[in-house]
């Protein structure tokens, strides 16, 4: 029986720092299936439309900027529950208020940089997931 859905990108600063594989397993091994799964970089305009939610906020230029810095891994995952135990797994946004063995405490280094994202609720998750990956590139 096939779980609901969230989608995450290993962030620029995390694939710099060479947490790629570290992330992945800590995924794996909190029951995650990743469904799909593709190492790319964001262009500044890429960037811009995938956080154009926050357009009217004060980071968002730095957000873009950051984003498109470097690669990225962006992945569909499944879960019963996918995007509440994912969220409770990267732990809070801010590492220095994150819970000790989340993502973001392990692996972040500022509330810029916090390592990765994860949606927000199951239909910011579709939406995300669709920007990311066509209908081929998902494996059940």
């Given at each position: 029986?096939?779980?609901?859905r969230?989608?995450?990108?290993?962030?620029?600063?995390?694939?710099?720092?060479?947490h790629?594989?570290?992330?992945l397993?800590?995924?794996?091994?909190?029951?995650?299936?990743?469904?799909?799964?593709?190492?790319?970089?964001?262009?500044?305009?890429?960037?811009g439309?995938?956080y154009?939610?926050?357009?009217?906020?004060?980071?968002?230029?730095?957000?873009?900027?950051?984003?498109s810095?470097?690669?990225?891994v962006?992945?569909?995952?499944?879960?019963s529950?996918?995007?509440?135990?994912?969220?409770?797994?990267?732990?809070?946004?801010?590492?220095?208020?994150?819970?000790?063995?989340?993502?973001?405490?392990?692996?972040?280094?500022?509330?810029?940089?916090?390592?990765?994202?994860?949606?927000?609720?199951?239909?910011?998750?579709?939406?995300?997931?669709?920007?990311q990956?066509?209908?081929?590139?998902?494996?059940?």
């Open positions: 029986m096939a779980g609901t969230t989608f995450t990108m290993i962030k620029p600063d995390a694939v710099r720092n060479g790629i594989g570290a992330i397993e800590q995924i794996n091994a909190s029951g995650f299936k990743i469904i799909a799964m593709k190492y790319t970089k964001l262009s500044a305009e890429k960037a439309e995938f154009a939610v926050h357009k009217e906020r004060p980071f968002y230029g730095e957000l873009v900027e950051f984003m810095s470097g690669p990225i962006a992945a569909i995952l499944e879960k529950n996918a995007v509440e135990d994912f969220r409770t797994l990267i732990g809070a946004t801010d590492p220095s208020k994150a819970e000790a063995g989340t993502i973001r405490a392990k692996y972040a280094t500022n509330i810029g940089e916090n390592a990765v994202h994860g949606s927000d609720s199951d239909e910011n998750a579709a939406i995300e997931g669709s920007f990956f066509g209908g081929v590139e998902i494996f059940h």
